[in-house]
């Protein structure tokens, strides 16, 4: 088992911009995400317990990048599910889960499917984290992924996205993208707790928290909401 390497991040970015060219709508990027986005992404992880596992999806994994930080956030009894809609992305991480020290230490707790979030059934989760596109997706397709993620939360559970800064000047090139942002700013309203704009990404990225709130009777972990910038474009 190794740590990635400069050769194995290398590859990983070969792998991405392959992706990309072959399908670009829905891989949505021509990088993974850097470490600092991945920190955010995951920064409302906390390990349960035995007696309290957490469950976690992470919805759009592409080649784990987000993953790897995600892994090191989950206590001994977690379990995640991975759902991916790439094929080479799914035999990428099905190789990592096996290779990378980081993903193998979580193997056994971990499910990785292949398909489309939306044809999924899903579980019951403490957190998901999304690296979908939603801007390229058609907008009664972000209405029903964010109706469907949100449905799957657990009182007091947290749904994290990204969406990338200047996503306004992709509206100019594919006019489609506003109304889907627009769709997307309307499902996430009632329920956005925080976002914050990481400036070190390449390219720079908005984060949201999204909250559903915990019953009044339920000590779920569910902490105040706050924001760490105002909120911003989705
Ligand atoms: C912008 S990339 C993010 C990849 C990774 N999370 C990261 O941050 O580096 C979007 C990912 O979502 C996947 N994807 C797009 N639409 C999807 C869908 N409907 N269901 C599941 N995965 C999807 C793409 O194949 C790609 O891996």
Excluded: W
């Excluded at 850097?34 to 999806?57: C, K, M, N, Y």
């Excluded at 190789?95 to 059934?121: E, K, M, N, P, Y």
């Excluded at 999304?130 to 029903?144: D, E, I, R, S």
């Excluded at 984060?207 to 910038?229: E, I, N, Q």
């Amino acid at each position: 088992m190794t740590i990635p390497t400069a050769p194995a991040a290398l590859a990983e970015a070969m792998a991405f911009l392959l992706q990309f060219a072959r399908t670009a709508r829905t891989t949505g990027s021509l990088v993974p995400s850097g470490a600092a986005l991945s920190r955010a992404l995951t920064r409302h992880i906390r390990p349960g317990s035995a007696h309290r596992p957490r469950a976690v999806l992470e919805v759009g994994p592409g080649t784990g990048a987000v993953t790897r930080h995600l892994a090191q956030r989950l206590g001994p009894y977690d379990t995640l599910e991975l759902v991916e809609a790439n094929g080479p992305f799914v035999d990428h991480l099905a190789s990592a889960l096996r290779h990378d020290t980081r993903l193998a230490a979580i193997a056994h707790r971990t499910r990785l499917h292949h398909g489309f979030v939306q044809d999924q059934r899903l579980g019951d989760y403490d957190n998901i984290v999304c690296g979908l596109p939603f801007a390229n997706l058609p907008p009664a397709q972000v209405k029903a992924i964010v109706g469907q993620l949100l449905s799957s939360l657990r009182p007091g559970g947290r749904l994290s996205f990204f969406s990338y800064v200047g996503g306004r000047a992709g509206q100019l090139l594919d006019p489609g993208q506003a109304r889907s942002r627009h769709v997307l700013r309307e499902a996430i309203a009632p329920h956005v707790v925080g976002s914050e704009i990481v400036l070190s990404n390449l390219p720079p990225a908005y984060v949201h928290h999204l909250l559903v709130p915990a019953r009044a009777d339920c000590d779920c972990g569910a902490t105040a909401p706050s924001s760490r910038t105002p909120a911003s474009p989705a």
